[in-house]
């Protein structure tokens, strides 16, 4: 039985990092990947969320579950920027000629290989559409740019199929969709990087589902997506940049 799951097992035992790292590019003196990637389609500015209320932490812990029972309800813009800052928001940009990023979730060398896609069903003055998050637009302020990037047809139809099937998806306001751009931790991490890409996505879910909970929203987080899918939705090229997670956000009835 162990052999069936050999190729996986030795995915994750990744080599020493000081290994790794002496192997790196940045170890080779390569250029340093863009932190982001570029801004090709139009800018819309979200309205600050700074007044929405405040729970207990110890509260939003006990209260976080998978909630799948969504309403198909709108939320606002400004329960949207605080959902897409919590997760990948800049505070702080350091660095000369190597740069670092700081943001609300912990992220090995603090390297964020992730970019934040928006799917919108339900946003209230938003057009349903794709969107993606654009952190490094307002660097240190709690404020949020997305970028439109198309249409999204079909909504109830291709997010489900995007979700392996998964029909109560459909009557979520948003879907959330995280992107692997894995040359920005290969960068420094050489072979290693894998690994940490894995585990720093599990951060941004969480940090997204405990916001959903201080909104009064649900959410719901999912491995169980289509690659295939999901790549084709949010225009990804599948190797360099691809699905790597996904959270389904929406009302509660």
Known sequence: ???????????MHSPHFADAMQNSDEAKQVAQPPLGNPVTGTLIELPAFDHLGKAP???LLDTRRSERKLTQ?????????????????VQEVRGNKRFATFRPVPCGGARHPFETYIAVQHVEGLEAGLYRYVPLEHVGEKRVAIEHIAGLADYETRIPMAFSGQTWAAKSSISLFFSAVPSRTEWRYAEASHRLMLIDVGHVGQNVMLSAVALGLGSCCIAAYDQASCDEVLGLDGEEEYTVYAVAVGTLG
């Not at 039985?1 to 995915?11: C, K, L, Q, V, Y």
């Not at 309800?73 to 928001?89: D, M, P, R």
């Open 57 to 59: 932490y110890t509260k």
């Open 73 to 89: 309800k709108a939320i606002t813009q400004e329960q949207l920027a605080f959902l897409l800052w919590s997760a990948q928001g």
């Open 1 to 11: 039985m162990a052999n069936e799951f050999e190729t996986g097992r030795a995915f």
